[in-house]
T-cell receptor, first 117, second 111 residues
């Protein structure tokens, strides 16, 4: 069990456009989902934590208005990168946790590689 | 600040040897500990979780936890070239489900 999917797996967009990334828990209900960003050869950087039905909690330095997070159901969270710029190009990874059986274990999606031209 | 520290490596071991990866954490109240493996260009995948002091074995992997000394380690027996990856240590430091990740140790298993 504990399968998390992300869509799309990669996306190329023009500067100034918005991009939406979906994260789904396929075989469990995720009360909490996390969004990370990872630049080449660097570690994971937590961007925000989202709980179903409530506003996301953003980490210090992450712009709330630029990275919009919606966690509308126990199986779906979305990250929208608004007015994307080349510096937003990165590997975005979501994770999900909350299944009673697995406690605080986080299971990661396969990631979305964003390239902004 | 609650920290999780790992040696960045690379740690090179010959095929068939035991690889030992170490992690220390600063928050003495931490209760949950995880090891993830991340291949280049891929997302992390869970290897093991450990919650109690001592050893926990799963196949070729053994996680060791010592809360008194605030370290957690991962042993990989009979290392294979396919084990070459970055290994991330993660600790639940603040309650809830939020994890603090180390920067990872790169492991290279050489033929």
């Amino acid at each position: 069990g504990a399968v998390v999917s992300q869509h799309p797996s990669w996306v190329i967009c023009k500067s100034g456009t918005s991009v939406k990334i979906e994260c789904r828990s396929l075989d469990f209900q995720a009360t909490t989902m996390f969004w990370y960003r990872q630049f080449p050869k660097q570690s994971l950087m937590l961007m925000a934590t989202s709980n179903e039905g409530s506003k996301a909690t953003y980490e210090q330095g992450v712009e709330k208005d630029k990275f919009l997070i919606n966690h509308a159901s126990l199986t779906l969270s979305t990250l929208t990168v608004t007015s994307a710029h080349p510096e937003d190009s990165s590997f975005y990874i979501c994770s999900a946790s909350g299944a009673a059986l697995w406690g605080d274990t986080q299971y990661f999606g396969p990631g979305t590689r964003l390239t902004v031209l | 600040q609650k920290e999780v520290e790992q040696n960045s490596g690379p740690l090179s071991v010959p095929e068939g040897a035991i690889a030992s990866l170490n992690c220390t954490y600063s928050d003495r109240g931490s209760q949950s500990f995880f090891w993830y493996r991340q291949y280049s260009g891929k997302s992390p995948e869970l290897i093991m979780s450990i919650y109690s002091n001592g050893d926990k074995e799963d196949g070729r992997f053994t996680a060791q936890l010592n809360k008194a000394s605030q370290y957690v380690s991962l042993l990989i027996r009979d290392s294979q070239p396919s084990d070459s990856a970055t290994y991330l240590c993660a600790v639940n430091t603040g309650g809830g489900n939020k994890l603090t990740f180390g920067t990872g140790t790169q492991l290279k298993v050489e033929l």
